[in-house]
């Protein structure tokens, strides 16, 4: 199973991913919802994810290009194990800004006045 949230919040959106990302369906549907975006930051929180296959991890890398050429921010927040190590094995993790909970909050609290966070 995979579930996707979407959070707006100014000029930020935030792609809550929760489950397996290894079917095609699965990686298709992320692929989609990342494209969706008019956010100029995209944080996809990889928190949840319990599992990674090479679809999964092609799609990131494909998504880290997309978003390059689109100049918009793609930033992966708090990528859980299966994912972290994906991305050393595929050797593409240098490619990935990762954010921590104090990065993500500060970049909450600059995307919309309304969320003043103390990180």
């Not at 989609?32 to 008019?38: G, L, N």
């Not at 921010?73 to 991305?87: A, F, N, R, T």
């Amino acid at each position: 199973m995979f579930a996707i949230h979407v959070e707006s919040l100014g000029d930020l959106s935030i792609i809550e991913c929760k489950g397996r990302i290894i079917r095609s369906d699965s990686v298709f549907r992320l692929r989609d919802v990342v494209r969706e975006q008019t956010a100029n930051t995209i944080a996809l929180d990889l928190s949840e994810v319990e599992a990674i296959g090479g679809g999964g991890l092609g799609i990131l890398a494909f998504l880290e290009r997309w978003a390059r050429e689109n100049n918009i921010h793609l930033k992966l927040y708090s990528p859980s194990k299966p994912v972290l190590e994906g991305l050393v094995q595929n050797r593409s993790i240098h490619n990935f800004e990762i954010v921590s909970f104090h990065e993500m909050m500060g970049i909450l609290a600059q995307s919309d006045g309304h969320y003043d966070l103390a990180a």
